[in-house]
């Protein structure tokens, strides 16, 4: 049955956002949503949804806090108030060109807008569109942002922070990843919001030690309309997007749009694509005085090929790489995939495909039960499938091994398959289901909100083998089907496992304002429970069930004092944790039974006794947010504690095997500020800058598991000390054009410091034109976005980092042996040219 699901979500994911909201719109539940107003108001159309706060509206919009806006209901954005949109969303006011928003959060907080947005390669996904903020450090290894990337703020990797989508958690539910291509199409994005240090009491996430990153869909519009726009560039790029939005619905207060895109590229280096087709909607029913009811549904399908990781030697040698000659092998250490396919090469491109299906659900959602409460849940829904290629030598003929069996024969659809090597991809299935709900009381100064999130997931991960043509090519890219079966009647796996995981998390945070507003208090605690349930499906390993549990209280407190109307300052604490990855609790890998260097059994061994990784985080600051300026400076202090790290571990008899362990301490200190304009004279400037000190406080376990490497006082690797973000945007209602620059100062890659890669500087530019009115089509517009102008050549991204790279001695005089981390290439100049416009 999960088969068939998974087909099923897996071939209609680009359209299952339409199915979804003809469902909806059809529905008598929301039909009946409408207020009885409406039945009874002629003119209804021009009478929709009373914009008065009442008395819980105007406290809430007076008193923000670290209560919580994760969902858009909570606090929803318009960055434009009385300003005329010329396009796309863009007013041409906002601050920094919409590199900044005003607020007034009692925390570090960074937020981009449509301004910013529109102006951009549209293809972009949010990580890249945030890497100017304060702290961002964002890796970009092609022109349309399709392959993925990744990001550190303050020295935190994604996976040690938290992602949402219309208040909905977007991290991996296993192993935290976040995969930003698949997320949502940047056209229909209305603010992308960065919360440095800490997550919010109602942020629905068990993997943010770090901070948040929250993402916001904008609103149907309120007349019928839509925006559609084409993009040609270079390595054969293309992509068309095109969205409707229905206006309001008949005399009822719904409105909706349906969008689809689809792009293409081909690899900038080395050989490989990238196909994408992607389906949003979103409807919003609005009634009375604070009622609210959205559903936002998103569809991703996307197949496309992998970079590889490279070491420091792979890249001194190969550079962006060289492709292989027809009848050879990949040469060994080259820095791309092979393009042609020779018989045992495991490096051919075609092994090495990242196909995936994603269909997102959210509805947040806001009743005003009375003027002094008001309820708000967020239900949502998760469903991924895909895989991450892979290929093994293929032993099928008497000599494959499942774990301690060996001696086996595999047949693929009734025969020993006669190539040199099997397709082995790893296999991701998940359904997560969840709800966030709260109710929030305000009475006089005070705010009290009480509230639950519930979330239940399955995920099954599988590593199958399957056929390969004598060609090279996987008769299944998805690698779910022309299976190995053993001749024990058991299809043969890598990895065999299901992951079930229950969150129970309450909280509750009290909101204290004073002089008039001037001085807000937070207080808040949430607790969280979290069970997983594990079943290992290998043969022979140590544990085939196995259950754990993690309890964290996560207390938090915050105050602001606004000075006078332009001036604030704020501080807060809050405890944060990331709980381990769902990978720590399972052996994998290959069994070992014969090699005597080898620990016996699996390679990677379980760790079910690993703890949450803690972190508790500080910050103070200062805003200036005049009518013309816009500023802010923060001091920022973090202590860790059970760091998560994968360690090799030699035993006492010399044997190696892998394994998760918790790594001791770390602190960092730091300091952010931005400070952006409204136009002057139609410019817009913009500048961020980042300092950070982070230190690991412990001596790490070396390989040998017999002695510590001297990383104590060390700086902590994927933490540059320097970052300075600037751009500078004009706009004049017709012809536009923007300017940025990001310099990151170098990173190490190892905890001993002894490999890094050196800092850089990435230039980009968009120039563009909005001609007036043209039949149906309001906002005609061309631009050309020009990324990496200067075609900078380096590394970006430490992939994957190591204690040491170099041989050195442990602490108690044992040698330790270096082993290289690997790292991403940078993406080349790329011309990006837009035609564009709202009808």
């Known amino acids: 049955m999960l088969k068939e699901n998974s087909m099923f979500f897996k071939q209609h994911s680009s359209v299952i956002a339409c199915l979804i909201c003809s469902t909806v719109l059809s529905s008598p539940l929301v039909a009946v949503a409408a207020t009885a107003a409406d039945k009874k108001t002629p003119n209804v159309v021009t009478k929709r949804s009373p914009t008065k706060e009442g008395k819980q509206g105007n406290a809430a919009l007076a008193a923000p806090s670290m209560m919580g806006a994760t969902a858009p209901t909570d606090e929803h954005i318009d960055v434009r108030g009385h300003m005329r949109d010329i396009g796309d969303g863009v007013t041409g006011r906002a601050f920094g060109g919409g590199l900044m928003t005003p607020t007034d959060a009692p925390k570090s907080v960074s937020a981009i807008t449509r301004d910013y947005i529109a102006k951009q390669n549209p293809a972009l996904n949010p990580m890249q569109l945030i890497r100017l903020l304060p702290g961002a450090n964002v890796s970009n290894q092609d022109p349309l942002g399709m392959t993925g990337g990744h990001i550190s703020v303050r020295g935190l990797t994604e996976s040690q922070m938290g992602f949402t989508l219309e208040g909905f958690p977007i991290n991996d539910i296993g192993n935290f990843a976040v995969y930003p291509q698949e997320i949502v199409d940047s056209e229909n994005l209305s603010t992308v919001k960065l919360a440095q240090g800490s997550a919010d009491l109602d942020s629905p996430h068990i993997s943010s030690s770090g901070g948040v990153v929250d993402m916001y869909m904008i609103d149907p519009k309120k007349k019928m309309g839509g925006h559609v726009n084409m993009t040609y560039g270079s390595y054969n790029a293309t992509r068309g997007f095109a969205r409707f939005d229905t206006g309001y619905i008949g005399n009822t207060n719904l409105r909706a749009y349906f969008s689809y895109s689809q792009g293409r590229q081909d690899h900038w280096r080395g050989p490989g694509y990238e196909n994408k087709k992607h389906g949003e909607m979103k409807i ?3 009634w009375g005085d604070g009622n609210r009811v959205s559903l936002a549904v998103v569809g991703n399908n996307l197949e496309n090929n992998a970079y590889p990781s490279v070491t420091k030697a792979n890249w001194n040698q190969y550079g962006i790489g060289v492709d292989n ?16 396919y020779t018989k045992g090469d495991t490096n051919y491109y075609k092994f090495r495909p990242n196909p995936f299906t994603n269909i997102y659900a959210s509805m947040p959602s806001t009743f005003k039960l009375t003027d002094h409460l008001v309820l708000t849940e967020t239900p949502y829904f998760w469903y991924g499938y895909g895989n991450g290629g892979g290929a093994q030598s293929n032993n099928a003929n008497g000599n494959m091994t499942y774990g301690a069996q060996s001696n086996l024969t595999g047949l693929i659809n009734g025969q020993v398959p006669t190539g040199a090597l ?3 991809p790893s296999l991701t299935e998940t359904y997560r289901p969840g709800a966030t709900t709260k109710l929030t009381w305000t009475a006089g100064p005070n705010r009290l909100m009480v509230g639950y999130w519930f979330e239940y997931s399955k995920q099954r991960q599988t590593a199958p083998y399957s056929a390969i043509s004598d060609d090279g090519t996987p008769l299944n890219m998805w690698g779910d089907s022309n299976n190995l079966i053993l001749s024990n009647g058991v299809k043969a796996q890598y990895r065999d496992t299901l992951t079930q995981t229950q969150v129970h998390t309450p909280f509750i945070g009290d909101s204290l304002s004073l002089f008039h507003n001037k001085l807000t208090i937070d207080a808040g605690l949430k607790y969280a429970i979290v ?10 390993v140590d544990r085939k069930y196995v259950s754990t549990n993690y309890y964290q209280a996560l207390p938090t407190a915050a105050i602001r004092y606004k ?17 381990p990855q769902n990978y720590a609790l399972y052996d994998s890998g290959s069994y070992n039974s ?6 016996p059994g699996y390679n990677n061994k379980a760790n079910p006794n690993q703890k949450s990784e803690i972190s508790i985080s500080e910050e103070a600051g200062w805003r200036y947010q005049g009518d013309l300026i816009s500023s802010s ?11 998560l790290y994968q360690q090799t571990i030699i035993n006492e008899n010399g044997q190696t095997y892998s394994t998760n362990i918790n790594a001791g301490g770390a602190h960092s200190d730091g300091v952010d500020a931005e400070i952006g304009t409204r136009p002057i004279h139609h410019l817009r400037p913009y500048i961020s800058f980042e300092y950070l000190h982070a230190v690991t406080d412990s001596n790490l376990p070396a390989a040998s598991g017999a002695d510590y490497v001297k990383t104590k006082g060390k700086a902590a690797p994927q933490a540059p000390a320097y970052q300075v973000g600037f751009g500078l945007d004009y706009d004049d209602g017709h012809r536009f054009a923007g300017f940025d620059l990001k310099y990151v100062a170098k990173q190490y890659s190892t905890f001993m410091n002894d490999e890094h890669i050196p800092g850089y500087v990435l ?7 909005r001609f007036p009115k043209f039949g149906i089509f309001r906002s005609p517009t061309i631009r050309l976005n020009l990324q990496n102008i200067s075609n900078n050549r380096y590394l970006d991204w430490v992939n994957a980092s190591q204690v040491n790279a170099k041989n050195t001695v442990g602490v108690f005089g044992s040698n330790v042996t270096g082993k290289s981390p690997t790292y991403t290439i940078s993406s080349p100049f790329a011309a990006i040219a837009t035609i564009s416009s709202d009808f």
Do not use: C, E, W
Not at 531 to 540: I, V
């Open 284 to 286: 919003v029913n609005d």
């Open 325 to 340: 000659v027809p009848g050879q092998k990949n040469p060994s250490g080259n820095t791309v995939y092979a393009r042609y």
């Open 422 to 424: 099997l397709y082995n």
């Open 531 to 540: 069970k997983r349930n594990g079943t290992n499906y290998l043969p022979d």
């Open 563 to 579: 000075i006078n109307q332009n001036h604030q300052i704020f501080a807060s604490v809050a405890t944060n944790f990331r709980m």
């Open 594 to 599: 014969t090699d005597k260097t080898k620990a």
């Open 633 to 643: 400076i923060t001091y920022f202090h973090y202590n860790f504690t059970n760091r």
């Open 763 to 769: 230039m980009n530019i968009n120039v563009g034109y």
